[in-house]
């Protein structure tokens, strides 16, 4: 059975960092697109950030220049480093994957994206 659980998740402040990280059972992640997600209250769920085996790095306007998606040695992680966190980065952040090695299009779409995490909720104040 296959399962990602994030870490991290926590309250900080407006300017402030922190690390999310998932973590992948049953799969790898070093070779399949991963990509975190986040939904923001009153929003639909976004995608932010996704990383395939061997591409470049997409990114959502809101959150390019201040978020890095990577993928870690033991390639079942992958990881989510935000900096610069504003009050309208809180939500619940999700990893996810697909089934294939690559991230199509420009666009980082939910319905492409087979295995999700739970979630964890990130909380940005002053």
């Known amino acids: 059975q296959v399962l990602l659980a994030e870490t991290g998740g926590a309250s900080v402040q407006v300017g402030g960092s922190l690390k999310l990280s998932c973590t992948a059972s049953?799969?790898?992640?070093?070779?399949?697109?991963a990509a975190w997600f986040r939904q923001t209250p009153g929003k639909e769920r976004e995608g932010i950030a996704s990383?395939?085996?061997?591409?470049?790095?997409i990114y959502a306007d809101s959150v390019k220049g201040r978020f890095t998606i990577s993928k870690g040695y033991a390639q079942t992680t992958v990881d989510l480093e935000m900096n610069k966190l504003k009050p309208e980065d809180t939500g619940v952040y999700y990893c996810?994957?697909?089934?294939?090695?690559?991230?199509?299009?420009?666009?980082?779409?939910?319905?492409?994206?087979?295995?999700w995490g739970q979630g964890a909720q990130v909380t940005v104040s002053s």
């Open positions: 990383l395939g085996s061997t591409n470049f790095p």
């Open positions: 049953g799969i790898t992640l070093n070779n399949r697109c």
């Open positions: 996810a994957a697909r089934t294939t090695s690559y991230c199509a299009g420009a666009y980082i779409r939910a319905d492409d994206y087979l295995y």
